[in-house]
């Protein structure tokens, strides 16, 4: 079980730098789909893969030609950090209510399958589409709440719903708008990840798994940094776009498991 808990984290990571999606949203549906553990344990352990992918990969793009746009995405941060704690709440009230941990699974299912089918059909089309280009830094502000909302809910550090606005509201490309995802998860997952520990809310996990996943998270990291450089933005929006189909049928396999 470690070897397989490992690997994916090597794999989501990877495919996280290079996209920007952070790996969050493929390592939550993936282990949800084996129930080797419980829907918090795998959140956590999700969460805290994801922030050292993001930690890494922002330390080794720190000099690339790729522009970070700190003006733009530190206020859009800021407002996902404040929607971290905010999603966590709104994760441990629900969990709490329902007493059902299967429940919550196919409540995140749901909603990650119709956020995910959304980013699809508008990155697929987004051509069509006339994107804005936001300046108003309390508007960043309020954008970044509400993806810090849904992501720590989720358990997915962001991923897909940071790549669609920043294409729509920022008009970036697909490796800017992979660059800039990672800042704002990076900030919303360290929030997140010290709620947890501050309210004593982490859940039961095995380090051997936890440090498996980080050491994947690093190499990850440092695999898809490196490819990143030599691929074209094409190819970037090409590799998400695929994996957005494969998480759309992960995600329907988790609703049939959690809620069949």
Sequence with gaps: MEALFFIISIIASTIGAISGIGGGVI????????GFMSVSTISFLSGTTVLIMASVSLLCTRNNDVVLDKRHSTPLALGAALGGIIGKWIFDFIKQ??????????????????????????VRYKHKVISWHITNLLVCLAIGLLLGMVSSFLGIGGGPINIAVLYFFFS??????????????WFSQITSLALTVFTGSVPEFSWVILVLMGVGGVVGALLGSQIVKKVKDQTVEKVFMALMIVIIGINIYNIIRFLG
């Excluded at 970036?172 to 998860?185: E, F, G, Q, R």
């Design 27 to 34: 390592i939550k549906p993936t282990l949800d789909a084996t």
């Design 97 to 122: 209510a329902v007493s059902d941990e299967n429940i919550v699974g196919g409540v995140q299912a749901i909603l990650l399958l119709l956020i995910t089918v959304g980013v699809f059909i508008y």
């Design 172 to 185: 970036m490309n697909a490796k800017t708008s992979a660059k800039n995802s990672l800042y704002v998860i």
